[in-house]
């Protein structure tokens, strides 16, 4: 049975307790329930886990692969690198007579974009820590259509964008998590052939045509992601845009994903 006298010992403890807990200094100006509820998230591996997986899915179910795939690249390329711009000239100064039979830029009758990927995301912080780097990773793979040589060239193609996010005040004094610059990686452009060594006049076809999509093809994929990044930021989840903005005004190191 319970004895009277521990219940009577007991109360008084608990009175004691509640007392010291009650008597508590608080941080000024900060009331109980900040204390007690955070208001950011408690991981900062996930905070930036988060961002980079809701730009992801914005980009693809913004259909981004659908137009990577659609890139205009063949008038594209004819229109900026045809054989004004020397394609011409560069394959005849190599090769000499066997250019002959090694076909100009206007010999590609198409040029068909396949197996576009979008790959995983890199997240980088500012050494101060008020603003991010994106880096927007795509791949695909080029199939070449030159009837000359008998056969398709399939070229792999890697890209990385890079875009800057920032938090910027409006009109109204609301902070929100924007759209900085947004470019493509200098020398982030990576072009290699598939299936095997080619000979030394297709190798120096190859060059030349490298050189010349070096020319259009990054800011192509640029002009089509940096909006639609743009757009995916626009309609960002309200609670981790404030998670975020609010540790880039205070400075404060949440990304460790590379």
Do not use: W
């Not at 050189?211 to 309200?238: F, G, R, T, W």
């Amino acid at each position: 049975m319970f004895q009277i006298g521990g219940l009577i010992v007991f109360c008084g403890l608990l009175a004691q307790a509640t007392t010291q807990l009650t008597n508590l200094p608080l941080p000024p100006d900060e009331p109980l329930t900040s204390s007690l509820i955070p208001s950011l998230p408690s991981s900062p591996t996930g905070l930036a886990g988060d961002l980079t997986s809701a730009l992801s899915n914005g980009l693809l179910s913004g259909d981004l692969l659908g137009i990577l795939e659609n890139l205009p690249l063949l008038d594209t390329l004819k229109l900026k690198g045809g054989p004004s711009n020397g394609l011409l000239e560069k394959v005849g100064g190599l090769l000499g007579k066997v250019t002959s039979e090694i076909p100009i830029l206007n010999d590609i009758v198409d040029i068909k974009v396949t197996n576009p990927q979008l790959l995983e995301l890199g997240l980088v912080q500012t050494p101060d820590g008020h603003r991010l780097y994106v880096t927007v990773p795509v791949s695909l793979t080029l199939n070449v259509n030159i009837p000359l040589l008998g056969n398709l060239l399939r070229l792999s193609v890697k890209l990385n964008i890079t875009a800057e996010l920032l938090a910027v005040k409006d009109a109204r004094q609301r902070i929100h998590l924007v759209l900085g610059d947004c470019i493509h990686s200098p020398g982030s452009l990576q072009i290699s052939l598939l299936d095997g060594l080619p000979s030394l006049p297709v190798q120096s076809l190859i060059d030349s045509l490298t050189n010349a999509l070096n020319n259009v093809l990054p800011d192509l994929v640029q002009e089509k992601v940096c909006p639609m990044l743009n757009e995916v930021l626009s309609h960002l989840d309200v609670t981790l845009e404030h998670a975020i903005v609010d540790m880039l005004i205070r400075g404060l190191e949440f990304v460790i994903k590379v």
